[in-house]
């Protein structure tokens, strides 16, 4: 999860994408390719995705879960583990996000729990508040 202090409001970046005609509000990720740690895949898919290039504060959490999609021809069922990471943007324009995304953009954090599509996303962004507001104090 990227963020940014930006007039005074921390916001974070996050992503449309296209769910059967819906549009699909989450935070930036993807999948580790062979050779890559997930620190790296982590900040590579932010560039993708986000057309932003950010560094890693800490990890956040890891979340799991099952999806079915195809494997050729046939149905199958996915496990997927995600690795999140609080990052700091360093550079970079939303604008040149990747084909796969429909919109990248700046959205205040508190909003942005509000509009993330899954649960699991809301509560990062929520983890995320709590460790932004440590950060600040010390």
């Not at 062979?34 to 993708?48: C, D, I, Y």
């Not at 943007?89 to 729990?113: K, N």
Request: without cysteine; hydrophobic residues 40%.
């Amino acid at each position: 999860m990227v963020f940014r202090q930006h007039e005074g409001v921390t916001e974070v970046v996050v992503i449309g994408v296209d769910a059967r005609g819906e549009q699909r509000w989450q935070l930036p990720k993807g999948l580790v390719v062979a050779g890559e740690q997930p620190e790296q895949a982590a900040l590579r898919e932010v560039r993708e995705e986000t057309g932003l290039v950010a560094e890693i504060l800490q990890p956040l959490e890891t979340i799991e879960y099952w999806y079915n999609g195809r494997g050729g021809a046939a149905r199958v069922r996915f496990h997927k583990f995600v690795y999140f990471y609080l990052m700091r943007y360093l550079q970079g324009d939303t604008a040149d996000h990747d084909h796969e995304v429909t919109e990248a953009r700046w959205t205040p954090i508190d909003e942005a729990a509000r509009m993330l599509t899954f649960k699991s996303e809301r509560k990062l962004v929520e983890q995320a508040v709590q460790l932004l507001a440590g950060l600040e104090a010390d």
